[in-house]
């Protein structure tokens, strides 16, 4: 496995191997690594010929007060972890590297999927998303690209982006990975503390519920979202972000649970701020 | 020579041609070609295996009132010009192909490049330009694409997006073609009435004026637009959109005249905007 810290090399190398015929699989992701990313890991070794995983904490879809400067990175683990999965390339390029001096280009999904739930408490985030994850692309050229269901609403954003602009990236969703208990995997589950750690496990009891209440014929969308938000005020100091109900394609609003349909929410659980989601067919 | 219309098409054509080593050229245009285009032409021609040229008036790159839907086309005679200089394939997608429904993704570069000249009096025309160029990119997958330095800000604005979101594209910039008494080729030139044709020629006169200016030792930014100005003024019913003297490399102000200049206007004739420059090295 080889560590590659600059753009023009990673392109470079990564060009020659098209060249032969390689299939090349990106998982982008910002380090710190958990079960969740090595889901996407094996799932893009099992894929492709060539795979490259991207660790950058992307400075610019942090807002201002949110957690860059103290986001948890751990290099030395990550690469081990990584190794040991058989992966071709580390891309981990410098802050410097991807935004030098005078940089100013951007690439945006406008209109209410990047506005609401996540884009609504964290305006600007998304546009960092897709801004970086176009950057990877151009440098990582991969013919797919792996990204995680957690970040539901993430993922559906760049499904927009690789349409919308032609690129020539096949975007695989890999599902949730969740601790034995119920919480998703997450980078940021190391800030809980023990107590907190425990009352984080109301996002996916909220959801559990929601999909009980569905599978047994409930269908008013602000209804569930109602119990969801009893369940989740168990917790009596967790602050609720957003409690969303959406058509799962396109995070579009419901008039009734019907079709492919997301379940997501965002809540405060201390300083942390937890996402978690649930598809549900009806 | 084949006309392609279906982006993926187009994208799976040129995937397969790279996977045999193919270098690729593009020539992104609006249609209605002269010997500027050509001149585009004939150099990808004699740079790439494969040559492709898109044909598509991007109706994102006009403001509310500006010339989309009288801008001239003649796709019949475009594609005899482009047979005769053996282009491989057109690709002309119609505007629901490249913008379906519910359409919301584009590609900004922000700051003072996009918002002076040009893009102060068509806001939005930029964004425009870069959204369908990454379009153009990642459907067409050029190795090299080729723009005229006419249209100096737009070539110029297209190699800092390309640098900054790392497309595997070298953008080559080919001088500018102009008439035997030096108006600058443009399709919108057909706009004008033979007084109009004749009075267009200020342009040309004003940009030699100053070149001479500083040939001579004047490195007074002011003053040498001044001068410009007074040559336009030469034709009374013209109005001046701009005239800017600046860093070629990035448009940026200059305190004196020194370095690669870009001495750059938009007049209108009549009802017509046209635009020119010249490239001074001092």
Not at 5 to 25: F, P
Not at 162 to 167: A, G, H, I, M, Q
Not at 239 to 259: C, F, P, S, T
């Amino acid at each position: 496995m080889r560590v590659i810290e600059r753009a023009s090399e990673m392109q470079t190398l990564v060009l020659n191997y098209k060249k032969e015929g390689k299939i090349i699989g990106l998982v982008p992701t910002m380090g710190y690594l958990h079960a969740g990313h090595m889901a996407l890991v094996k799932k893009a070794r099992a894929m492709c010929d060539l795979v490259i995983v991207s660790i950058f904490v992307n400075p610019i879809q942090f807002g201002q007060g949110e957690d860059f400067d103290i986001y948890p990175r751990d290099l030395e683990r990550d690469l081990k972890l990584l190794i040991d999965e058989e992966v071709d390339f580390v891309f981990h390029p410098a802050v410097g590297e991807m935004y030098p001096p005078g940089y100013s280009t951007y690439v945006e999904v406008e209109g209410e999927i990047t506005s609401k739930m996540c884009g609504a408490s964290r305006p600007g985030h998304f546009r960092g998303v897709t801004t970086v994850v176009s950057k990877l692309f151009h440098i990582c050229l991969p013919d797919y690209a792996f990204f995680g269901q957690k970040d539901a609403q993430q993922v559906t954003i760049i499904e927009k982006m690789v349409r919308e602009l032609n690129f020539p990236v096949k975007i695989v969703r890999v599902p949730i990975v969740r601790e034995e208990d119920g919480l998703a995997m997450s980078s940021r589950n190391v800030y809980l503390n023990p107590q907190e750690r425990e009352d984080a496990l109301v996002l996916y009891r909220a959801l559990k519920h929601a999909e009980k209440l569905i599978a047994e014929g409930e269908r008013d969308v602000d209804f569930v979202k109602q119990e969801m938000e009893k369940v989740i005020k168990m917790v009596p100091y967790a602050v609720i972000d957003y409690i969303e109900i959406v058509r799962a394609e396109d995070l579009g609003a419901l008039d009734k649970i019907e079709g492919q349909v997301l379940l997501a929410l965002a809540v405060k659980i201390g300083k942390t701020r937890l996402i978690d989601n649930l598809l549900v067919e009806v």
